[in-house]
Structures are given as structure tokens and as C-alpha cells.
């Protein structure tokens, strides 16, 4: 009897991690078509230097984001995954989470209103930092964490696609000529508002889990649970997006726009491999609580042949550079396309950051190990950053993320190697 109900166990596992995988692959399949076709758009519309712009407010934004996520969208999910059966509790994480995120995000208004306000360099377009900012706020508290941990992905899938969709859909009516460019954050804002919209409506209906407030005990204990991975995540946005800032404060948005337009293209692509990574965190995080040993021998079998594929995958992007920027950006563009040849193995850095970090030792709850590694990768990496901006603008804006990601995947793969040799 315990064997047959260990076996129906099993065969519902792994119903659910190829029901979530599928839908997690249409989700990013999204995430990697709306990038793809909107900003060949928005380049020839607006031209580079409004598309530069509108890239560096996005920059500027995301650093508030990081605070209002606060490292929730991992941490969430996990806690979810961990107690999916206890929905009580599943509704208590909810709560807790999604009134964190929203203290959170008035607190970063409040901020961000006074920097935009008293500083000339955003004053001067302060609409469009304005209504970047709402779309991102927006964007955060869209409860994707929420589907993740429970493995029912499919719901994520449905209210991004009709999110993206109606952005896609007014960027294609509506977005005519350069002064048109205010409208590009305008309809980023209604695709996340609706898909913000649609997922409460299914947690409401669906879930029947009510919003309710949380004391302010809750909300410290929230913060304490997430300062690691968001610190960690903090750190990461100074090797990945600090070089955007300091390249349109010294050399303007062209620079920007030249950069950001190959780095987008990179990004897109390597969230190709988001469905694997992010249909297992709840699984590993099960797993590595109840069996290390198993799996353990199980990621050092599938682990080589991830590496190969992505390999040769990234030498195919190095390869067909020149094409894949003047087919997507435009000859206009042509400048990128340096950028896109260094970023081109950003894709299997990428992969081994977060396979490394989220999928193991976060599981393992080393949220310190992380810390520590971003922490001085992120330090180091500020004067490198510094020196090849000043020298390369975006040349070497592109080869101070190439070169921090990869010591963020070395020392990841420290940590992971003393825990093999524990194991």
C-alpha cells in the first residue's frame, strides 16, 4: 500500500513539473518575442537617442523594484513550494509578502519623487521617469511567485500573454513618430496593470485566498527573511546594471541605446532557459530537503550536458552577431553589434548563476554564501566598471558585465564545490 501511494506520488510530481515546465516555456517564449519585436519598433519610431532615454529610466526604475521585491520573489516561492499543502499557510506567505511589497513601494516613491525632482538630469524628461517607474511598481506586484511555488504556472502564462499582448498591440497602433515617446511606458503600465488584474482575479476566485493586513511585526519578520537575497539581488544590479547609469551619465543616451539594444536581445535570449530553471526551484527545494544524496547524483549527470548545449549555443551567437543585430535593430545600429559579440556567452553565464545560486544554495539555505560571493563581486567590480566606461564607453560597459557575471558563476561554483566534497 505505501509503495503504491509512493509511486502516485512520484507520477503526479512529475505531471506537475511538465505541466509548469510547458507553461513556464510559453511565458518566457513571450518574455523573449515581446522584446524582439517592440524595440526594432521603438528604434525606428522614436530613433536611438529617445530609445536610449527611455532604456536608462528603465535602469533607473528597476533599482527601485529591487526594493520593493526585496528578495520576495525567491524567498516566496520557496516558502510556498515548501507548504503547498498547508493552504492556511500558503494564504498567510501571500498576505505577508504582498503587503510587504506594497509598504515598500510607497516608502521607494517616496524617494524616488524627491530624486527626480531635485536633480537636473532627471528633471529635465521627469514624465518618462514617472511613468517607468508606475509600470515597474506594477510589474513587482504582480504575484508570479505565488503560481510558481504552487506549480501551477499556467495561470502566469495566461495574464502575461494578455498583458504583453495589449502592450504589443498599442505599440503597433499607436506609436507613430519621435514625440510619440512618452507612450512606451504609458502602455508598458496597462499591459502590467491588466495582468496584475487577471491574477488577483484568479487568486480571489480560484484560490478563494482574501487580502488581508498584515501588523507591523509581520512586515519586519518579512524583511529579515528576505534581506539576504536581496542584498544579494542589490549587488547583482551593480554588476549588471550599474555600467547602464554611469554610461548615460558620461557619455549621453546614443551610448545607451547602443549598448542596451544588443544587452536586450542577450536578456531575451537567455530567459529562453527559464522554464527549466524556474519549473525546478520547487522541486530541488523539496528534494534537497529530503534526499541531497539522489540529488545530488542526478544534477552532476544533467549538469555537463546543460554546459555543452549552451557551449555551443553561445559560439552560434558569437558567430551570427552581425546578422542577428542588423535583422532585429536595424543597419542604423550597427554599433551594437560589437556589444552583442562580447555579450554573446552572457547566456551560459547566465544559466550557471542561477542553477548555482537560486537552484542549489539557495535550496540549501546559503543565502549568506550568495551574499558573501555578489558582495565582493559587486565591489571589485565598481572600479572595473569605472576604468572601461571611461575608455571603451560601451564596448566596455559590455566587458565589465561580461567579466563580473563570470566571477559571480566561479565563486557560486566555490561554494557548491565544498558542498559536493561534504556530501
Request: with cysteine.
Amino acid at each position: 500500500m505505501i509503495s503504491k501511494n509512493l509511486e502516485k506520488i512520484k507520477r503526479l510530481a512529475r505531471k506537475d513539473f511538465i505541466l509548469n515546465f510547458f507553461s513556464l516555456t510559453i511565458f518566457q517564449a513571450i518574455e523573449l518575442l515581446i522584446p524582439l519585436i517592440t524595440i526594432p519598433i521603438i528604434i525606428s519610431k522614436v530613433g536611438a537617442e529617445k530609445f536610449g532615454l527611455i532604456s536608462f529610466a528603465i535602469v533607473f526604475s528597476f533599482l527601485f523594484q529591487l526594493f520593493v521585491d526585496f528578495g520576495f520573489n525567491t524567498i516566496s516561492t520557496r516558502d510556498i513550494s515548501l507548504n503547498k499543502k498547508d493552504f492556511k499557510k500558503v494564504s498567510q506567505i501571500f498576505n505577508e509578502t504582498l503587503n510587504s511589497k506594497i509598504i515598500l513601494s510607497l516608502i521607494c516613491c517616496c524617494f524616488f519623487l524627491s530624486i527626480i525632482l531635485f536633480f537636473d538630469k532627471f528633471n529635465s524628461d521627469i514624465e518618462i521617469y514617472i511613468y517607468t517607474f508606475i509600470s515597474f511598481i506594477l510589474q513587482s506586484l504582480i504575484p508570479f511567485w505565488f503560481f510558481q511555488g504552487l506549480q501551477k504556472s499556467k495561470y502566469i502564462t495566461i495574464s502575461s500573454f494578455i498583458g504583453r499582448f495589449i502592450y504589443l498591440l498599442l505599440i503597433l497602433l499607436f506609436l507613430k513618430s519621435e514625440k510619440n515617446y512618452l507612450l512606451v511606458p504609458i502602455f508598458n503600465a496597462i499591459g502590467f496593470l491588466i495582468s496584475f488584474i487577471i491574477t488577483f482575479t484568479i487568486i480571489n476566485k480560484k484560490f478563494k485566498i482574501k487580502f488581508t493586513t498584515i501588523c507591523l511585526e509581520e512586515f519586519k519578520n518579512q524583511l529579515k527573511k528576505g534581506r539576504f537575497m536581496f542584498l544579494s539581488e542589490l549587488k547583482l544590479y551593480f554588476i549588471s546594471y550599474f555600467n547602464v547609469l554611469l554610461l548615460g551619465f558620461i557619455f549621453g543616451n546614443i551610448a545607451v541605446a547602443y549598448f542596451v539594444g544588443a544587452e536586450k536581445i542577450i536578456k531575451a535570449i537567455s530567459n529562453m532557459f527559464t522554464p527549466i530553471q524556474n519549473s525546478l526551484l520547487p522541486i530541488l527545494a523539496i528534494n534537497l530537503n529530503q534526499n541531497k544524496k539522489a540529488t545530488f547524483r542526478l544534477i552532476n549527470k544533467t549538469l555537463p550536458v546543460a554546459l555543452f548545449v549552451l557551449c555551443v549555443f553561445s559560439f552560434f551567437l558569437f558567430h551570427f552577431s552581425e546578422n542577428i543585430i542588423v535583422f532585429i535593430l536595424g543597419a542604423e545600429m550597427r554599433n551594437s553589434i560589437i556589444v552583442f559579440k562580447i555579450l554573446s556567452f552572457v547566456p551560459l553565464f547566465t544559466f550557471l548563476d542561477s542553477f548555482l545560486g537560486k537552484q542549489i544554495l539557495l535550496n540549501l539555505k546559503k543565502e549568506k554564501q550568495i551574499f558573501k560571493v555578489i558582495l565582493i563581486v559587486a565591489l571589485v567590480n565598481i572600479p572595473i566598471i569605472l576604468y572601461f566606461i571611461n575608455n571603451y564607453s560601451y564596448i566596455g560597459a559590455a566587458i565589465a558585465q561580461l567579466t563580473a557575471l563570470f566571477s559571480v558563476v566561479v565563486g557560486f561554483f566555490y561554494y557548491y564545490y565544498k558542498i559536493l566534497k561534504e556530501k
